[in-house]
């Protein structure tokens, strides 16, 4: 057997929740960024398919992410999530610059799982797309509605989110992956530079999440993801981090008991209660999880 499934054996504290994972139909126009590399996700992927892999790992729900970009999205995370108890929370997607913004959300308010919305900022052409008027008004749309923001951008984009963040102090964001550094080529100085501005804002989470698939995906080591697993806890502290697998996107790098395995063996050192925090309590904290 090896280490990493031994060490998977260990039962995972009580209220585990995986706080970023996704589901679709594959669809091969909207779901364009599956290449031919990416076999192993490019199918559809379904809450049958996450359910006995939480089971085995002992956790209790998971929060779905969107993957597309639109509202009919909204409606099959709905559908999923109401079939479906383990799914806890909906991060779902809608037009922050529409004219019509604060109708939908009203709408969308009306839905206990949805808990809050994304926008997949990392691939938008204008690269500090959050700054620009129409996307800030939007943003400054959601508290009043109770929802939050999941913030998905690449390493360069780093450098705008301490202005974007620091125009809502009361709207509560989280950033996804950890804002996906490259990895892969062990470039870490601007980035954490970066995420050390960005955690000054106590408003402000960050998901442990979306890691393996920033480095190489056929040869990681455990050990090349530490000294980003340092920047972020010592700067976000164990209140603000919460546990994320990426599913079924980690896949392309490795199994899911794989990929969990960094992050149990990282905080194995860390207190019952701090792990509690990590693998749980703090996304349900965030998102209000019923």
């Known amino acids: 057997m090896k280490d990493w499934e031994q060490q998977n054996k260990i039962v ?11 589901f679709w139909k594959y669809n091969p ?17 379904l809450p049958h398919d996450l359910e006995k892999i939480l089971q085995q790992n002992n956790f209790d729900g998971s929060v779905v992410v969107q993957s597309g970009q639109s509202e ?3 409606e099959f995370q709905l559908k999923n999530a109401a079939e479906n108890d383990f799914i ?13 913004l604060e109708e939908r959300l009203a709408y969308y308010r009306s839905f206990k799982k949805i808990k809050g919305f994304r926008h997949v900022l990392q691939a938008e052409a204008k690269r ?4 620009t008027p129409e996307f800030m008004n939007g943003i400054s749309k959601l508290k009043a509605f109770g929802f939050t923001y999941d913030i998905l951008i690449f390493h360069d984009q780093v450098q705008y989110i301490p202005q974007f963040v620091s125009a809502f102090p009361n709207q509560k964001f989280v950033i996804d992956h950890i804002a996906k550094p490259n990895i892969r080529d062990k470039k870490i100085e601007d980035w ?10 106590e408003n402000v989470y960050c998901k442990i999440s979306g890691m393996v698939t920033e480095a190489d995906w056929h040869s990681w080591a455990a050990e090349d993801f530490t000294p980003y697993l340092d920047i972020i806890v010592n700067n976000f502290g164990i209140q603000r981090i919460m546990y994320g697998s990426d599913w079924p996107v980690c896949l392309l790098a490795g199994s899911y008991e794989k990929m969990l395995s960094i992050v149990r063996n990282y905080f194995s050192s860390y207190s019952k209660d701090e792990q509690d925090l990590f693998f749980g309590e703090n996304a349900t904290q965030f998102y209000e999880l019923g």
């Not at 500090?128 to 700054?131: N, Q």
């Not at 954490?192 to 804002?201: E, L, P, S």
């Open 12 to 22: 995972l504290l009580m209220g585990a929740i995986d706080a970023h994972q996704h």
């Open 88 to 100: 806890k929370g909906i991060v779902g997607w809608v037009d922050l610059r529409a004219n019509d």
């Open 29 to 45: 126009v909207r779901d364009s960024w599956i290449t031919d590399d990416m076999a192993v996700i490019k199918k559809d992927l």
């Open 128 to 131: 500090d797309l959050m700054l």
């Open 72 to 74: 009919e999205e909204n």
């Open 192 to 201: 954490g530079k970066g995420i050390k501005k960005i955690a000054r804002y």
